[in-house]
């Protein structure tokens, strides 16, 4: 699976941006995709995350932004409104793969900066 993220930018605070992240390769094996962010001298954090039947996200993005999905094109995509700040980071798509008895597995894309000027 390759995954291809696109959309991110500056942005003023109270802005709006939407990240895209095309899958490629054997995508019928995945099982769930998700959004992750990384600020500086910070951890990996999940933003937002999308199966089949469900969506959660971090109580820091609740309200503002919103994980979707097509199937059909493969892309997931990402809508954050109001964004602050705090958002600034590199933003990087998920996909979980889950094949029979297999652990799971996880691809990345490359990642792609997210700046909120105040």
């Known amino acids: 699976v390759q995954l291809v993220e696109s959309g991110g930018g500056l942005v003023q605070a109270g802005g709006s941006l939407r990240l895209s992240c095309a899958a490629s390769g054997r995508t019928f094996s995945i099982n769930a995709m998700g959004w992750y962010r990384q600020a500086p001298g910070k951890q990996r954090e999940l933003v937002a995350r999308?199966?089949?039947?469900?969506?959660n996200y971090a109580d820091s993005v609740k309200g503002r932004f919103t994980i979707s999905r097509d199937n059909a094109k493969n892309t997931m995509y990402l809508q954050m409104n109001s964004l602050k700040p705090e958002d600034t980071a590199v933003y990087y798509c998920?996909?979980?793969?889950?094949?029979?008895?297999?652990?799971?597995?996880?691809?990345w894309g490359q990642g792609t900066q997210v700046t909120v000027s105040s």
């Open positions: 998920n996909a979980r793969v889950k094949i029979g008895l297999l652990e799971p597995y996880d691809y």
């Open positions: 999308i199966t089949s039947s469900s969506t």
